[in-house]
């Protein structure tokens, strides 16, 4: 095992302590503890390489927890056995991503494209510019702008399409938005508006975040995988030809309204890409939500609403909270990525778009499950599980034929969680729901997978 350079980390623990306090177990540990609180949360964090993150997050509570209707605040709280039936079609929930005066809310429900209010709340100035490619167009471009300008006249609505696709997600692209934006003479109260998957998420954010230093932006994300990952939290960018995502900044939306109904029109492989992440949040901290994933993958995969509405709600509840903890992924956020360093390999070994990003991070999944056995940190059962449920979701177990072990190294080696030289992985260990964001591992493990799974 490689060895520690004597990191400083923040640790998880739900004991009960009546004071806040910092306590100090060694030199290199330091455990947060809040007062009055039944399963009070911590943090592992670090800021010395090899990093190490250990998180479980079943019986954790949030920091901040309140409900008034059906608001919940970055909730942490266990996931109930519901139904699919018991979600409301019409009622949206709203989760609340909690990062002090920048804090904004998830919309999520049926039909909430014909609630303008919802939007508009969020729209300070005359001028908005709607962000969207010619798929999407077709379908929602005009259902949005009504629903900006509807009982609004003093509001102003341009848009721009831009090309369909992940291989379309690079600078060329964004420079159509800039461009949009300067002639049509918007100024810095105005809002840009995504409509679409990731990539059209990404992109507006990111020219939001650089137009005039910095516009207020509003994500309406139309594919599984935007809505339960990608639309939230505030990453946004564009690819380069060496390595994914490298180009980009973080900075947060007004709010992101998901509108169920636009899943209907969404093809089946790229609702299957989406469910990846929603497997992910099961693996990494919620093993309630996988074991009831287990129980409605077939629900899902047939669109049933209520299934639908819950996954995403669930999904965003993790989101919200390990961003609410962690804004700019110093530690504990890195945790999202599992599987990602192996699958933004796949997708930039083959070629941006040739898999969909769900699809890469599938297979990265599996590879990653594969070396956290290889180390001995979980069993095989856990191993069996991750199998099955990705079979369920139709998506890929083995990276393309084409992927070999150099290529692997080659592109994991730029990837953004690399510190001082160092790869740090996001691997399971432990009971279901567990994982840990470490540098402190055997190599050899990492080669034996790699070799597993790719030809040398």
Known sequence: MASSANPFSLSLSSELASNTSLHCANSSEVFLRFPNSPAPPSLR????????IELNRVGVSALKVSRIGSRISASSTPVMDQSPSQTSPRVPTVVEVDLGNRSYPIYIG?????QPELLQRHVHGKRALVVTNTTIAALYL?????ALTRGNPNISVESVILPDGEKYKNMDTLMKVFDKAIE?????RCTFVAVGGGVIGDMCGFAAAAFLRGVNFIQIPTTVMAQVDSSVG???GINHPLGKNLIGAFYQPQCVLIDTDTLNTLPERELASGFAEVIKYGLIRDAEFFEWQEKNMQALMARDPGALAYAIKRSCENKAEVVSLDEKESGLRATLNLGHTFGHAIETGVGYGQWLHGEAV???MVMAVDMSYRLGWIDDSIVKRVHNIIKQAKLPITPPESMTVEMFKSVMAVDKKVADGLLRLILLKGPLGNCVFTGDYDRKALDDTLRAFAKS
Not at 45 to 52: A, D, Y
Not at 184 to 188: K, N
């Open 45 to 52: 964090s670090s800021f010395v390489s090899p990093i190490k």
């Open 234 to 236: 505030g990453k946004t």
């Open 110 to 114: 049926s039909g909430l494209l014909q």
């Open 362 to 364: 599938a297979a990265g």
């Open 142 to 146: 005009d259902k949005v702008v009504d």
């Open 184 to 188: 049509s003479r918007l100024d810095r």
